[in-house]
């Protein structure tokens, strides 16, 4: 077997048109990208150092053939939502003969169905990973390598950041934990990474901050634990004390963000050091208003808490709250739409996620729903802006979907009034932060004149200038935060207006789709009793399913290009199902001797 070599480290590319991918934000401040590919500069510090690895990033620069060429190996690491580009990426490897290995969230949850690679590493990979690729260079390694154990993380190597092009990024990324002490139904972080949460120890942590300080990164570093507070006292008493040191040494130089559990909120000692260490955001799953759907999907931690009391706290402690929601629990009463809009608008969360439920692969929902017989898809990966769940929801389809779209259309309405109201409502609620200030330099400057040349003229414009005049007077030593929320507010609207229209297209060809075929069944009894009228009602039929076509055309023009993809692929599928019934009809009417004039366009 050939030596290997050339390691092209390849992260496919995440769709812009998702929430989570900040796309129409960055813009503004000329970043590709909210987040390098953590896991894939991790895995390359596990090689041989006679390996010599490129990595390719495609949210932030195209995969050329030349790079694949170069390539012994072709080592892939994705998310689910990531699944169309890995696609791609595999064919493009094929092509060339290129060995492919894939890794990462997708592979482990959805192996089974992935065509085409070479060999899918599952697992956690420190205490495996020259056993594998020694057995890959040997051509000995099988293609599922899993790799069972839960490895000791406290003392793993930096990875290697000197990969990234780090100009291209809004924030750096770093893990201190991994593992989550709860067992929420339809989460599978604690089947991956268990329940007995594994951190690092804060010499490792420092070093891999010492690694970004040195390669000149300042600024966002987001700490990508699913719950950085799973082990409270390690954090409290061994890590923030060290990371508070190490920032004053070096003058603040990273402002931090994570994701926690709402438990954070009981804490005030925590929260006071995470803010005094330079954090001002979390992520935080809250869910649903609902005490019956928090019970049902296991979510007790949320359960122990006046949850609107607790997203105020954690903000007077000087820390933004960004939340995740979910609509289509089983026990989701017809009222859950108001009341998810409520609770967004009167906690204060500028950023709500809000997501039809999802069932991942090896998660405790997806075994219940497999038993039940209510899987109907396999996930896609995108747990906002989705309106079709994989799963036969106990709510009617129909009135989630429409429920859905009204919440979107609610927190992220075409004025922007409620999402510019919720953030002047943080801004109110936010205690004393020494480190949420935002230092204006010429990139802030730069970013404002684009903020104020563009958004200033779309349609929410007049709440856009009533919220950065009122908080220029208000808020002045927070105007760099004020304008960081105008353009994320900007995204929010983008997708979710784009979201919409597609949703409405969507519905009118469905629509459309069950008229034509009952028009059709209607024009087929007519032709058995030998009507006069069937080749007239056929020739409208015709007609009526050209004015269809046009007419959702025309608004699919009228899309985002970053949108129209799959709403175009499903205009063409639908156009042939038209077809196909009209022509079937035009059979029919043959075969009872009417003349058909009927042309297929």
Known sequence: ??????????????????????????????????????????????????????????????????????????????????????????????????????????????????????????????????????????????QVYRCLSKPDISNTVAPRFDLLKMEAYASMSIQYSRGCPFKCEFCDIWKVYGNRPR???????????DALFHL????????????????????????LPALKTWQERRNFVFRFFTEASINLAEDSGLMNAMRDVGF????????????????????????????????????????????????????????????QIAFIQQTGIPKAMVGIMIALP??????????????????????????????K??????????????????????????????????????????????????????????????????PYGLQYLKFVGYHFVKN????????????????????TQETLKIEKISSHLDDSYCYLRDQVNQCSVSVKENSKEAMRLAENLWHRRKQILDTCKAGIDKIHVDFQAEIRLKYNEMAEKMKELLIALEADMSGHGIRSQLKAG
């Not at 951190?199 to 901050?209: A, C, D």
């Not at 075994?367 to 747990?383: F, Q």
């Open 1 to 142: 077997m050939k030596k290997l070599r050339n390691i092209l480290l390849v992260y496919p590319e995440v769709p812009n048109n998702t929430y989570w991918s900040f796309k129409y934000a960055l813009r503004f401040i000329r970043k590709k990208s909210g987040h390098p590919p953590l896991g894939l500069v991790t895995i390359a510090a596990l090689f041989p150092e006679i390996c010599r690895l490129r990595l390719v990033d495609m949210n932030i620069e195209p995969l050329i053939e030349a790079d694949i060429a170069w390539a012994d190996a072709v080592f892939i690491s994705a998310m689910i939502v990531q699944h169309a580009s890995v696609d791609q990426v595999v064919v493009a490897c094929r092509q060339q003969g290129k060995l492919t290995i894939l890794g990462g969230p997708y592979a482990n949850s959805n192996w089974r169905e992935i065509k085409g690679v070479d060999h899918f590493v599952l697992g956690e990979v420190e205490d495996t990973f020259q056993s594998f690729f020694a057995e890959l260079e040997n051509g000995t390694a099988p």
């Open 199 to 209: 951190v690092k120890s804060p010499g490792t942590v420092l070093s891999e901050l």
């Open 216 to 239: 000149g990164w300042q600024g966002a570093v987001f700490i990508v634990d699913d719950n950085f507070i799973g082990n409270k006292t390690r954090v409290k008493n061994d890590l």
């Open 280 to 339: 001002n955001e979390v992520f935080i799953g809250i869910e649903t208003p609902s005490v019956e759907c928090l019970k049902e999907t296991g979510k007790f931690q949320n359960l122990k808490t006046d949850l609107k009391a607790a997203v105020k706290t954690i903000q007077q402690h000087g820390m933004e709250v960004m939340a995740g929601f979910i609509l289509g629990f089983d026990n989701d009463s017809e009222d859950i739409f108001e009341r």
């Open 362 to 391: 090896g998660t405790d929902l997806y075994e219940r729903l497999t038993k039940e017989g209510r899987i109907v898809a396999v996930s896609a990966g995108n747990n906002t802006h989705c309106l079709e769940p994989n799963f």
């Open 393 to 458: 929801p106990r709510m009617d389809l129909q009135k989630l979907k429409e429920g859905y779209q009204k919440v979107l259309a609610a927190i992220y309405d075409t004025e922007l009034k409620n999402y510019f109201a919720r953030c002047s409502l943080f801004l109110k609620n936010l205690g004393s932060s020494p480190h949420f200030e935002r230092e204006i330099g010429l990139k802030e400057i730069i970013m404002l004149l684009k903020s104020l040349g563009i958004q200033t003229f779309k």
């Open 476 to 495: 002045r030593h927070l105007f760099g935060e004020v304008i960081k929320y105008c353009i994320i507010g900007h995204h929010f609207y983008t997708i």
